[in-house]
DNA sequence: TCATATTCGTGACATCTTTCACATTGTGTA
DNA sequence: TACACAATGTGAAAGATGTCACGAATATGA
């Protein structure tokens, strides 16, 4: 994305980090704050100084020198830097336990996100309208994501299931899933899947909150070279 | 862990994939299998081969040339490496409708990882089981967590008590936390936090699915040296 | 028993990501 | 207007992670 031609690879790192900058600039933007510095942006979302003004970078956009960054023009070159143009229209399939809560969340969460429909094979569940959204029969997926243009979708279906879905949503068009089930789901290439693993990240958790006491030495920002 | 006395840097997305194999392991185990390749932890496991063997000699054990890896064997090494001795004990900040989820999926998913306890500072919530799990008002946070020597905590509350919330965990003896809240929280070093967020992956997935059709280059395997 | 096909283990290499360090440049001040 | 400051932008080094490639090991079948 830099000003000349040449197409710069932006790593998969830099994007989240930078939704992460951007949901930090409309904290700031609520609190009436105009400028915001490199490091404070790091503090607010987890990273370093550095690795903001980096990530930044691929916006094209820069911040002055001894001001900061402009809240309300950092905000808005991430939106036109991930953002499409149009709304992009979501789907869930799965409205159970976490179906439901991802549901109550994510309504009217991002102005540019908006889930249109959620499915599931429960008729006790379908042809409501649970938490705002409309539930509908597996045997509409095809139709309601055709006629409503829907890109993403949403699995959290129980993990047997999980293939199955998978293949009826890319055949349906579906671009991009976010998947909560525990399986490493197939899709044909260009289909971008991101998995939320919740066990991975209680087992790491776990890993990393033993042992500590008198364990292997982790990151440090002391400057005494590890105790002797 | 190596065989020598040197210690060796385990990355963290080893211990992450490790949790994946095991994971498959079971499956297959499940399934009566015996035997698995490093081909088919990798598929079922969304890695690579290399990658699993090379995350696999972390661990000390071998599989055998042409048979593979002992589907029991390997399952019990990563516990091994994995796991704490002792069962470590999980309670849960924040019972809502993501804490509820949680609390439904996780109980009794791995059995060297229990929630022992959740709590809520409503005062509709405290005092019940929720799906299977006593709830207890805030105020008994501390002595919960001494009294069973749990040592993780799963934060599911409003991100406006994140860190108050985080401060008293650390407070209170917890070793490390698995974060939902879309706050980025600060902790006395040596306390691990994995950080979920749900909104930054959806942005992800937002991002990719996108401008595909005729968008910059993805992964690749062509042997033309990008464009001049 | 020996040749063959297959898979593992791992050093070396390639790539991706973060951090360092410093010249650059707006900003506020005198 | 000129100066000092504080933060940015960015090459380059360092570090982490992933991939390649090949020798070693082992089951299989002639
Ligand atoms: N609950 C959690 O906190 C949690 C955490 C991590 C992962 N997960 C994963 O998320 C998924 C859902 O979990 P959950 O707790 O909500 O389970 P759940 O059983 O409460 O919900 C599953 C829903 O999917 C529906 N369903 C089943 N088969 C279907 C099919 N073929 N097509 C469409 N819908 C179908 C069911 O009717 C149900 O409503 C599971 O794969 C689980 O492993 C859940
Ligand atoms: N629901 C989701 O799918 C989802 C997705 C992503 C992130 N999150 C995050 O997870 C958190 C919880 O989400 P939710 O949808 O379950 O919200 P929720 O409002 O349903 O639940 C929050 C719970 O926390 C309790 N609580 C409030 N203040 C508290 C305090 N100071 N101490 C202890 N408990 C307190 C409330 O009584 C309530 O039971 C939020 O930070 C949200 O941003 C939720």
Same mark, same amino acid.
């Given at each position: 994305m830099k000003k000349n031609g040449k197409i710069e690879k932006v790593s998969e790192k830099t994007i989240g980090r930078l939704s992460l900058y951007r949901r930090a600039m409309d904290k700031l933007a609520k609190e009436g704050r105009d400028f915001a510095f490199s490091h404070e942006i790091a503090h607010m979302s987890g990273a370093t100084p550095d690795q903001v003004r980096r990530d930044i970078m691929v916006l094209g956009y820069s911040g002055s020198p001894n001001r900061g960054y402009s809240v309300a023009e950092l905000s808005k070159s991430i939106g036109e830097f991930l953002d499409d143009l149009d709304v992009q229209k979501v789907v869930l399939v799965g409205v159970g336990n976490l179906g439901r809560a991802i549901l109550s969340y994510f309504t009217g969460k991002r102005p540019k996100l908006s889930i249109i429909a959620c499915f599931d094979n429960d008729t006790e569940k379908t042809g409501r309208v649970i938490n705002g959204c409309r539930c509908y029969p597996m045997s509409q997926l095809q139709d309601v994501i055709n006629e409503n243009s829907a890109s993403i979708a949403i699995m959290a279906v129980p993990f047997s299931a999980s293939q199955e879905v998978a293949d009826r949503l890319t055949h349906s068009g579906i671009k991009g899933i976010l998947n909560f089930t525990p399986v490493s789901i197939k899709v044909p290439h260009g289909i971008h899947v991101e998995d939320i693993d919740m066990t991975m990240a209680l087992e790491k958790v776990a890993f990393y909150s033993? %042992?500590?006491? %008198?364990g292997q030495l982790l990151e440090r920002r002391t400057n005494d070279k590890a105790g002797h």
């Open positions: 033993r %042992q500590k006491p %008198q």
